[in-house]
């Protein structure tokens, strides 16, 4: 099975960047996507960023332009280039795994990303 490991949040000021890391150990076949979520306090939590294995990508309308996702060529590893940051990108975000097989889900633990003056 998988372990995702989040790293490189931390507070930022508004029109800051962060790179946020997600190491995979484990194993895991059929990969289908890897991607970033994140959750604000009180809201639900939602797609950021994900690579789908077909090697598309797709981004959340408020972070297009913004953001960007990549990853090592093995897999073991997804990034998230945050540029521009805003107050409202506050959340704890999270690394996200699919794949086929059981369970087919893995989530890390989360790193807080802070935007604020």
């Known amino acids: 099975q998988v372990h995702l490991v989040e790293s490189g949040g931390g507070l930022v000021q508004p029109g800051g960047s962060l790179r946020l890391s997600c190491t995979a150990s484990g194993s895991f076949f059929v990969l289908k996507s890897m991607g970033w979520y994140r959750q604000a306090p009180g809201k639900q939590r939602e797609l950021v960023a994900a690579?789908?294995?077909?090697?598309?990508?797709n981004y959340a309308d408020s972070v297009k332009g913004r953001f960007t996702i990549s990853r090592a060529v093995a897999w073991n590893t997804v990034y998230l280039q945050m540029n521009s940051l805003k107050v409202e990108d506050t959340a704890v975000y999270y690394c996200?795994?699919?794949?086929?097989?059981?369970?087919?889900?893995?989530w890390g633990q989360g790193t807080q990303v802070t935007v604020s003056s």
């Open positions: 690579l789908v294995s077909d090697g598309s990508t």
């Open positions: 996200n795994l699919r794949t086929r097989g059981s369970p087919d889900e893995y």
